[in-house]
């Protein structure tokens, strides 16, 4: 089977696609013929070492397929299932193994593509919406790159939830995205202070959610009211340099810095956010907006697309 695998870190030039031995599932497993698999920017930190991961390893960190073989003890699946996973890590390949206890059903409805584009980003805007910072009827929160995956999602669910969203984009193109998932405003980067300041009448943020990190930062503490909330949840501009805790006495801030795995630490989390999380996509609350799809063979190019900042929504890679 034929896999995308990185036996260095680095940049883009370090991915090879290779010829692997056919795999076949241990105890607690099941083998997965992947149909789709997430492009994210989890995989780019790993595969830069910015996440350090055992090598060589296998790149993509989320798919969906069908279940071909289960391993002893394996209960509730069978061959033929529709199932999705994510934060496991050797998706960008032919087959994948799984532990049985992190594949979600993929129910009727939900497309194999449309799985595999939502699971792992559409759990993380989840639990950012709910547990990270709780967006209630009335919140007003900030949300950076809007467009991107992760930031339409957020937007759709915040505004489902009641919340009012601020977005920033680079491009106008982006912005008009952020604004057709539901932005009240969509503004560039430089004008969010003064957008946020306008819009809530001097007042501030609830809430930010930052996934670009270095170049937000400043701004996203800048905007909050007094015990409102930073949501720090990634670093797509780079790491946001050491900080000293006394910043936050300027409005008593919240600061957090959340990652998946603790959100989805137990099989019953996992269900019940996927479930909910399907049942949006069905309802047309959040909508997979799949922007590109690419072969095995393309993956640089997938990779080039989402680092250069030239992507929206999802892309996917179809082994
Ligand atoms: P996106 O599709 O959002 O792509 C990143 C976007 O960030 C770009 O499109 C760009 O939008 C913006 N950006 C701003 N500055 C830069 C820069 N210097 N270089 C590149 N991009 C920049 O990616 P994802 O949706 O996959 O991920 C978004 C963030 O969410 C990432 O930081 C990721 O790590 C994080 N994440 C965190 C998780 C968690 O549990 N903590 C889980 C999943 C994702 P624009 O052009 O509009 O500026």
Redesign the pocket.
């Known amino acids: 089977m034929r896999a995308v695998v990185f036996e260095e870190f680095g940049d883009r030039s370090v991915l090879r696609v290779q010829d692997r031995p056919d795999l076949s599932p241990g105890p607690g497993e099941a083998l997965v013929l992947v149909g789709a698999s997430g492009v994210?920017?989890?995989d780019v930190?790993q595969r830069t070492g910015t996440y350090q991961v055992p090598l060589p390893a296998t790149l993509g960190s989320e798919g969906a397929g069908t279940v071909l073989q289960l391993g002893d003890g394996v209960r509730g699946l069978a061959p033929g299932d529709r199932v999705a996973w994510t934060a496991v890590p050797g998706s960008h390949a032919e087959q994948a193994l799984v532990p049985a206890e992190r594949l979600v059903p993929v129910p009727d409805g939900i497309t194999t593509e449309q799985a595999a584009a939502v699971l792992?980003?559409g759990l993380?805007a989840h639990y950012l919406t709910h547990d990270s910072f709780a967006v209630r009827p009335g919140s007003t929160v900030l949300v950076h790159?809007a467009?991107?995956?992760?930031?339409q999602l957020l937007t759709r669910i915040a505004t489902h939830l009641g919340g009012r969203v601020i977005a920033t984009?680079?491009?106008p193109e982006?912005r008009d995205l952020a604004e057709a998932a539901g932005a009240v405003r969509a503004v560039p980067y430089d004008a969010a202070a003064d957008t946020v300041d306008e819009l809530t009448g001097g007042a501030g943020a609830d809430a930010v959610y930052d996934?670009?990190?270095a170049?937000t930062f400043d701004t996203s503490l800048r905007v909050l009211r007094p015990r409102g909330t930073l949501v720090l949840?990634?670093?797509?501009?780079g790491k946001v340099p050491p900080f000293d805790p006394l910043r936050l006495m300027a409005g008593s801030y919240f600061l957090t810095r959340?990652?998946?795995g603790h959100f989805i630490a137990t099989r019953r989390e996992l269900l019940e956010r996927a479930e909910t999380l399907f049942g949006w996509v069905a309802e047309s609350v959040v909508d997979a907006t799949i922007t590109g799809r690419y072969p095995l063979d393309e993956v640089v190019s997938a990779y080039e697309t989402?680092?250069s900042?030239r992507?929206t929504g999802k892309l996917l890679i179809i082994p």
């Open positions: 994210n920017y989890m930190y792992l980003q993380t790159a467009a991107g995956g992760m930031g984009a680079s491009t982006k996934g670009v990190g170049d949840f990634g670093a797509a501009s959340p990652t998946l989402l680092e900042r992507s």
